[in-house]
């Protein structure tokens, strides 16, 4: 099993443009998230996703959108990309939400310029 | 342990030392925590968990504490080694609610 498989790793974008961040898993795992990591702070959910077909915001939703049309991909759509959205983006997921521990991918690097 | 800011709080050990890292949790309904090992440049890892109904458990050279009536959770770390150096993430949970995670605690082993 390969996990949570994040791409691409890396990626530097203009102020304004728009852009994809891959998430797969191959778990069969039903609850999926993702996360914005900030020097010095901890992790801060974006959005989530308990089922295929069902997802909802969680603490910093703003400027991004999500979709989970299959349980092994969940997305994350940067809409109009601002230099605020400069971080590191991991994807986890897990059995199920709740109880369970999460695994991590390896995160996306994001420079917005 | 860990708290508010944007430095990560700093533990420092010489190898072969025990370390412990602390975590404030801030709900007293929460059921479920983990702790989370993140090394540089990779995703946060799980290490142990800890149910509500268990004040102590064990791993392989680590040891999770709970103490429900202050809050506190805490990771032992037993003969501390260069390859633990990472920042360690605590995350509280209840029921099927999404986990909450602490700042973290950045974990220096010097050889």
């Known amino acids: 099993n390969a996990g949570v498989t994040q791409t691409p790793k890396f990626q530097v974008l203009k102020t304004g443009q728009s852009m994809t961040l891959q998430c797969a898993q191959d778990m069969n795992h039903e609850y999926m998230s993702w996360y914005r990591q900030d020097p010095g702070m901890g992790l801060r959910l974006i959005h989530y996703?308990?089922?295929?077909?069902?997802?909802d915001q969680g603490e910093v939703p703003n400027g991004y959108n999500v979709s989970r049309s299959t349980t092994e991909d969940f997305p994350l759509r940067l809409l109009s990309a601002a230099p605020s959205q400069t971080s590191v983006y991991f994807c986890a997921s897990s059995i199920r939400s709740g109880n369970q521990p999460q695994h991590f991918g390896d995160g996306t690097r994001l420079s917005i310029l | 342990g860990e708290s508010v800011g944007l430095h990560l709080p700093t533990l420092s050990v010489q190898e072969g030392d025990n370390s412990i890292i602390n975590c404030a949790y801030s709900?007293?309904?929460?059921?479920?925590f983990i702790w989370y090992k993140q090394e540089s440049g990779k995703g946060p890892q799980f290490i142990i968990d800890i149910r509500s109904n268990m004040d102590k458990r064990q791993g392989q050279r680590v040891t999770v504490l709970l103490n429900k009536t202050v809050k506190h959770l805490s990771l032992q770390i037993a003969a501390t080694q260069p390859g633990d150096s990472a920042v360690y993430f605590c995350?509280?949970?209840?029921?099927?609610?999404?986990?909450?995670f602490g700042r973290g605690t950045s974990l220096i082993v010097h050889p």
């Open positions: 995350a509280e949970t209840r029921g099927s609610y999404i986990p909450t």
């Open positions: 709900n007293s309904a929460s059921d479920y």
């Open positions: 996703s308990v089922g295929a077909g069902i997802t």
